[in-house]
């Protein structure tokens, strides 16, 4: 239902803020994002928290194209919020050939 949406659709009364404000700026810059926990909403209004981390993609001529988000529910943290972020981003792409466009 929500695959390939913004996720401007979670926020609600009590998301933070200044994290909103930091996902915007790292999209429109193309910078990376180290992890915030953000509080969103269900479909039935219940609040729950994630932990959000950005990553921007360049194509082979260093031009940034599009960031990925990694999205992580806090309350299924086992292991360190960094080290769970650092396995995630280590898979992801870094680049992509510019052809593809």
Known sequence: ?????NCRFL???HTEKPA???IVKA??????MP???LTNYRKDGTEFSNVLS???V??????YTYSLGVLISAEQLETSLAEV???VRSALPRSFDAALR
């Open 11 to 13: 926020q609600g009364a």
């Open 20 to 22: 909103v404000r930091m």
């Open 27 to 32: 999209v429109r810059n193309g910078q990376p």
């Open 85 to 87: 972020c650092e396995q």
């Open 35 to 37: 992890p915030i926990m």
């Open 1 to 5: 239902e929500c695959v390939g949406q």
């Open 54 to 56: 950005l990553h921007p």
């Open 58 to 63: 360049h194509d082979t001529n260093g031009h």
